[in-house]
């Protein structure tokens, strides 16, 4: 007979950066529910005390751009806990914006240290005290976005998202051997401050989202979280080095799902030749 473990996280050390709002938040909030013992991590100290208390979690101040950081952040979840079963790199902004001769290489360097060089340092110190020995490995999990498959965004916010991907999967490759997972998964257009700033407000940003996804639908933080959650938990433990795209079929049906639709007027629809 098929159980169903309503507490699939239960005692997992986990760590989510961007932890504070958004994504982030609501992934907290689920693997916190679903049994993980939960570390938030932020910049915006207030939300994220709010949220760690509200979810019987620990808030800790972790800068993404900053090494030091990382390491007294892992530091505590160890202290803590004794280990770290899953760190969560979702912190992120949506950066240097504008034509490619108008970023300036501070706002360029900027936007990849805090989308990309962030997540080099906190795979470097998850792993670092995940696994070692062979002895319980662990599941690092990354934020990409569907900007980091295809041009869908910013230029530097795309260049890091890109590096995300090949990061999550290169990182995969060396860590399986520690018992260590790499995933990502690559949301598409999610209600978030980060969108609010990028569509101008969210109407604007539901209404275009409505229109170009295939399946006409909108994302949610809570789906991203889920998504994250099945991939921390048992049933994806033979899972990585993968990036998964919820999109509502953006990056992989948008061009063919444009043939298909009803008012399409391509050569060779309505016959076989
Ligand atoms: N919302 C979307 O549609 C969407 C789509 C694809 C990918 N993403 C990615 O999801 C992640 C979360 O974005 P969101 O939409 O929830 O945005 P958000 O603005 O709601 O949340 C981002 C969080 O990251 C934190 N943060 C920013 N800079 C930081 C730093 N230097 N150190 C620590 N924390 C920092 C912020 O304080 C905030 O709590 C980002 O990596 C973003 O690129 C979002």
């Not at 709010?50 to 993404?64: M, P, T």
């Not at 990182?171 to 980060?194: C, F, K, Q, T, W």
Request: aromatic residues 6%.
């Amino acid at each position: 007979m098929t159980t169903i473990d309503h507490r699939p996280l239960a005692d997992l050390p986990a760590i989510v950066t961007g932890g504070a709002n958004g994504l982030g938040a609501a992934t907290a909030c689920l693997f916190a529910a679903l049994g993980a013992k939960v570390i938030v991590a932020d910049i915006d100290d207030a939300r994220g005390e709010a949220l760690a208390a509200q979810i019987g979690g620990h808030y800790r101040r972790c800068d993404v751009t900053s090494e030091a950081d990382f390491e007294a952040l892992v530091g505590t979840c160890v202290d803590r806990h004794g280990w770290l079963g899953c760190m969560i790199n979702n912190a992120g902004q949506l950066g240097a914006l504008g034509g490619i001769a108008d970023i300036t290489l501070d706002a360029w360097n900027r936007t990849v240290t805090v989308l990309l060089t962030s997540v080099f340092l906190g795979t470097k110190h998850a792993a670092r005290v995940m696994g070692r020995n062979g002895e319980r490995g662990g599941s690092i999990l990354n934020t990409a976005s569907v900007g980091g498959i295809a041009a869908l965004a910013p230029h530097a916010y795309t260049a890091a998202k890109h590096g995300v991907v090949g990061l999550t999967r290169s990182a995969a490759s060396e860590l399986a051997a520690d018992g260590i997972r790499v995933n990502a998964v690559a949301p598409g257009s999610v209600p978030s401050r980060l969108t609010e700033l990028a569509y101008g407000g969210m109407e604007a940003m539901e209404a275009a989202q409505r229109a170009r996804n295939p399946l006409g639908t909108i994302v949610s933080a809570d789906e991203i979280a889920g998504c994250f959650a099945w991939l921390a938990g048992p049933d994806g433990r033979n899972v990585t080095g993968q990036v998964i795209a919820v999109d509502s079929g953006l990056t992989e049906l948008r061009l063919n799902a444009d043939y298909y639709r009803k008012d399409a007027t391509f050569f060779g629809r309505d016959g076989i030749e």
